[in-house]
């Protein structure tokens, strides 16, 4: 079993900054990656970005070059630094934590709201 909880998200203006964090317990060594995901009012939730254990990371292109997700395997921590926020941003930033020990399963965070004005 794998928990996750997300923290950081609030208001911000358009072109401000928010990092996100991610704080995994449990079963945590049985975690293959990380991902960040986000839901907007009327949209389906979408990919946002994602960390695998060789560190390698992947963006949506929709936030290539604003947004980074990093790391703290000390800590059992994922971050997701938003950097150029834009109204379009608004949702709700779920956590998500891959595991394949026996079988692939998904965990996921309560989610953490972001709201960017103009």
């Known amino acids: 079993q794998v928990q996750l909880v997300e923290s950081g998200g609030g208001l911000v203006q358009a072109g401000g900054s928010l990092k996100l964090s991610c704080a995994a317990s449990g079963s945590t060594f049985s975690i293959s990656a990380f991902a960040w995901y986000r839901q907007a009012p009327g949209k389906q939730r979408e990919f946002v970005a994602s960390?695998?254990?060789?560190?390698?990371?992947h963006y949506a292109d929709s936030v290539k070059g604003r947004f980074t997700i990093s790391r703290d395997n000390a800590k059992n921590t994922v971050y997701l630094q938003m950097n150029s926020l834009k109204p379009d941003d608004t949702a709700v930033y779920y956590c998500?934590?891959?595991?394949?020990?026996?079988?692939?399963?998904?965990?996921w965070g309560q989610g953490t709201q972001v709201t960017v004005s103009s």
């Open positions: 960390i695998i254990t060789d560190g390698s990371t």
């Open positions: 998500n934590a891959v595991s394949f020990s026996y079988s692939r399963r998904d965990y």
